[in-house]
């Protein structure tokens, strides 16, 4: 199964895709986990990342879809990935379709987990007082969300048009989301 989490910074994408993941037996791939452990080693491309995510802007696409197709060739991707933030602008939506069909495959849905940003910015909220990610200032989250709405949000209509989107109310707990989310995988039969 190769399926993408899409969804406003701080919706859970995260959270759901962990457990998801394990679940299914198959690769939860997070760019932003990926960059902020380039971050922690000091790498030339932590280096590149650490002002721009600390800046709640996007990372260039180039960069982030050279880290995806080395990271999906990977062993723990042979029965599938969730890819967790990662496409996040339609360019990089463009890369990912161009990838999959070099390699003769496809994703198989799109999940978004629809929430209203009010919830969102209180989850985030919460989170600045028990993680310390450092792009998680008030005023970073904020701007995080005006470029998720001018640049990522327009690939909920680039999906729904492909036919592949599934859409999760991302508004209960995380047990609730959960099985919203089984639910919708279900109905698909997979
Ligand atoms: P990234 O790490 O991807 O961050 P994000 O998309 O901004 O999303 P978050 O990780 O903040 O939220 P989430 O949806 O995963 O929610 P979570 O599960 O944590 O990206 C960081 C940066 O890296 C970007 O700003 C950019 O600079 C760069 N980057 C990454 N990918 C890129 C790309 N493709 N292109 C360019 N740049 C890129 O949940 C949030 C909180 O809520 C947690 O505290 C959680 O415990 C809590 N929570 C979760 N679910 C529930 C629930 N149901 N009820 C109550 N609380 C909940
Ligand atoms: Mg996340």
Do not use: N, W
């Amino acid at each position: 199964m190769k399926t993408v989490f899409l969804g406003a910074p701080g919706a859970g994408k995260g959270t759901q895709a962990k457990r998801f993941a394990q679940a299914q037996g198959i690769a939860h791939i997070s760019t932003g986990d990926m960059l902020r452990a380039a971050v922690a080693s000091g790498s030339a491309l932590g280096l590149q990342a650490k002002k721009i995510m600390d800046d709640g802007q996007l990372v260039p696409d180039k960069l982030i879809v050279e880290l995806i197709e080395e990271r999906t060739q990977q062993a723990d991707c042979r029965r599938g990935y969730i890819l967790d933030g990662f496409p996040r602008t339609v360019e990089q939506a463009e890369a990912l379709a161009v990838m999959l069909e070099r390699r003769k495959e496809s994703l198989d849905s799109v999940v978004l987990f629809d929430l209203a940003e009010e919830e969102v910015l209180r989850r985030l909220a919460y989170r600045r007082t028990v993680e310390s990610r450092s792009d998680d200032s008030e005023e970073t989250q904020l701007k995080r969300q005006r470029i998720y709405q001018e640049q990522t949000a327009p690939l909920i209509q680039y999906y729904r048009d492909q036919g592949v989107l599934k859409v999760v109310d991302a508004a209960g707990t995380i047990d609730q989301v959960y099985s919203a989310l089984e639910q919708a995988f279900a109905a698909q039969g997979r």
